[in-house]
């Protein structure tokens, strides 16, 4: 697709249920970020893949959080256990490039997110 | 991990006005970039600074660069009710040595509500 495709876009779990969020990356996209955002804040980085290297998981909160990238597109964050805490917007991003979000034509690309609420 | 501040954190004016937002921190930026990000949507890229001094315009936005590289201001001429999202600054680390794989690190935002 054009756009970075993230599902589903609305998530209700129940405290103690385990979740995956989905990210579909620009096709040949080398690098794939997953941000935590919370309401009204900025996001925070968790993770970060290079092809399907996990090179960076120093953001994730708690090992009740674990992310995958098995072929070098698509990519999942688990969450297990889900707690209140865990409520915020999920956001997924990629670049072409390997480098710095500036470096290449268009930066980074975001998709629109997952909402993960836990009740 | 350099820390960004922004403000003001609410801002809620009448189409029509002019605003400005800021985005400080007390290191020095190697570069600074400007998202806004829409409700339900993910922050779409508006500007990369990286000279101290710099201005960019951006049809009715105007991004300037502290001469120092510390701070960065966004200036929006006549707003419209469509300038409504949160405005976010962001640190992309430096590339110096090649080792930099571009994880942004993000202020808490500015959240702009432009009433018609």
């Known amino acids: 697709g054009a756009g970075v495709s993230q599902s589903p876009r609305y998530k209700v779990a129940k405290r103690g249920q385990d979740v995956a969020l989905r990210c579909d990356p620009i096709?040949?996209?080398?690098?794939l970020f997953w941000y935590q955002q919370a309401l009204g804040q900025g996001p925070e980085f968790l993770t970060y893949?290079?092809?399907?290297?996990?090179?960076?998981k120093s953001g994730l909160p708690s090992d009740r959080f674990f992310a995958e990238r098995p072929e070098g597109s698509v990519s999942t964050l688990k969450i297990q256990r889900t707690q209140q805490e865990d409520s915020a917007v999920y956001l997924c991003?990629?670049?072409?490039?390997?480098?710095?979000?500036?470096?290449?034509?268009?930066?980074?690309?975001f998709g629109s997110g997952t909402r993960l609420t836990v009740v | 991990t350099q820390l960004l501040e922004q403000s003001p954190q609410f801002l809620s004016i009448q189409e029509g006005e002019n605003l400005t937002v800021y985005c400080n921190s007390s290191?020095?930026?190697?570069?600074l970039q400007w998202y806004r990000q829409e409700p339900g949507e993910g922050p779409v890229l508006l500007v990369t600074?990286?000279?101290?001094?710099e201005v960019k315009k951006l049809k009715r936005l105007t991004f300037q660069f502290g001469d120092a590289r510390k701070d960065s201001s966004l200036h929006i001429t006549a707003a419209q009710p469509g300038d409504t999202g949160l405005y976010l600054c962001?640190?992309?680390?430096?590339?110096?040595?090649?080792?930099?794989?571009?994880?942004?690190?993000f202020g808490q935002g500015t959240i702009l509500t432009v009433h018609p």
């Open positions: 991003a990629s670049s072409l490039w390997l480098r710095g979000p500036g470096q290449g034509p268009g930066g980074y690309t």
């Open positions: 096709s040949g996209h080398v690098s």
């Open positions: 893949f290079q092809n399907e290297a996990q090179l960076d």
């Open positions: 290191s020095v930026f190697s570069s």
């Open positions: 600074v990286v000279t101290g001094g």
């Open positions: 962001a640190d992309p680390p430096a590339n110096a040595g090649g080792t930099s794989y571009g994880k942004l690190t």
